[in-house]
């Protein structure tokens, strides 16, 4: 009887390395903003004060459209980004630097417009009664980091030689994604030729 031993090894096999060397300053900027939105994502971002006390609270959780959608657009950007430096996911077949410019462009409007406007849902009525409503750090260094992988997804799009002009020419983006520029209807075939022969000359 012959026994057959397999030996285990448990060196790095060759070839799954991933080569940073790859890795481009826009990479870094969406990888990072990424990180940094799901990161601070968890964090205080709302700040409370009044009557006596003080408090905070709240993350991007609590806010569905100006959080956590922004907050799966940004890590999900950042995800994508990584893999498709890393060689791990195939960059061809879908237009992926004008989907992260989009998704994260999206994503840093919605943050956004809760930073600026409302950071808090009763905050007219809570500085009405003498209190105070303020944006916890959580918040501000969400923003900021969405605003670093906006811009990371950016410079990706313009080194792919995308313009900002051809955000607005839906002919451009329809070809992006292999569509057509034109909805048209292909021409009709040329007409048969014509093997009459000509009548022949009068007399």
Known sequence: MTVTVTLITSEPQEGNEVDFSNFKTSDWLMIGGGAGVAIFGLFNWINVSGFGFSDSGGNAFDFFFTGTIPWLLFVASGVIAFLLASGTM???????????????????FLFLLRIIFNPIEGKDIIEAAGGSVGRGFGMILSAISGLVAATGAFLNFQAAGGEL????????????????SSDAMPPPPPPPADDTPPPPPAP
């Open 90 to 108: 195939d960059n061809k077949g879908l237009p992926w630097p004008l989907i992260l410019l989009a998704a994260t462009a999206l994503a840093a």
């Open 165 to 180: 002009s051809d955000l607005t020419d839906i002919n451009k983006i329809k070809e992006s994604f292999g569509g057509s």
